[in-house]
């Protein structure tokens, strides 16, 4: 079964930092694109950050400069390093295959930015 | 504020056909694939349609998707109460360094 599992969530305080991790399980990993998307609670869907096969980085506005998307194919891993970390990056992160739509979706990772 | 705009919400009674509209511009639904997205209460989205129309194996052909200039509808026919949920559209955004954007989510209820 194509699965994804990620973790690395919790509570950090704002200005901190934090990694997300998630691991790929199901399918070659080192051929699909991956992506980062975060869901705050009660909102909609916001696409994060992308990283393509040949290890090229895209990233969305809100998060260009303070986040670093990575991938580690011998461990069918991808990671998300979180610098500067804000109230409003307070959200549940999914990490999501590419290809033909995003699919599948792991079942997310909370992280909560307070003090 | 999202760059594809949706309506809040939509609903209809068991068996009518219920529609979401999703609107965008020149620099995304113009010229690329539309993708839409279910979420259950309480779990991960779910594709539910790829390249405009494409339903991926397991969705019901219930479900139906259309695009037309800058504009994009999925529609549900035949609507079940495990329809109720929220709808994504999603597309590629070729402005500035290029993005996925998301519209704002449609809350689908079954009257």
């Known amino acids: 079964e194509e699965q994804l599992v990620e973790s690395g969530g919790g509570l950090v305080q704002p200005g901190g930092s934090l990694r997300l991790s998630c691991v790929a399980y199901?399918?070659?990993?080192?051929?699909?694109?991956m992506h980062w998307v975060r869901q705050p609670p009660g909102k909609g869907l916001e696409w994060v950050s992308a990283?393509?096969?040949?290890?090229?980085?895209y990233y969305g506005d809100s998060v260009k400069g303070r986040f670093t998307i990575s991938r580690e194919n011998a461990r069918n891993s991808l990671y998300l390093q979180m610098n500067s970390l804000r109230a409003g990056d307070t959200a549940l992160y999914y990490c999501?295959?590419?290809?033909?739509?995003?699919?599948?979706w792991g079942q997310g990772t909370l992280v909560t930015v307070s003090s | 504020q999202s760059v594809l705009t949706q309506p809040p919400s939509a609903s209809g009674a068991p068996g009518q056909r219920v529609t979401v509209s999703c609107s965008g511009s020149?620099?995304?639904?113009?010229?690329?694939?539309v993708y839409w997205y279910q979420q259950l209460p309480g779990t991960a989205p779910k594709l539910l349609m790829y390249?405009?129309?494409q339903r991926p194996s397991g969705v019901p052909d219930r479900f139906s998707g259309s695009k037309s200039g800058t504009s994009a509808s999925l529609a549900i026919s035949g609507l079940r109460s495990e329809d109720e949920a929220d709808y994504y559209c999603?597309?590629?955004?070729?402005?500035?360094?290029?993005?996925?954007?998301f519209g704002g989510g449609t809350k689908v209820t079954v009257l």
């Open positions: 390249k405009n129309n």
């Open positions: 020149t620099s995304n639904i113009g010229k690329n694939y």
């Open positions: 999603a597309v590629w955004d070729d402005s500035l360094s290029g993005r996925w954007v």
């Open positions: 999501i295959r590419g290809g033909d739509g995003f699919d599948p």
């Open positions: 990283i393509d096969t040949g290890g090229a980085t």
């Open positions: 199901g399918f070659t990993f080192r051929n699909y694109d």
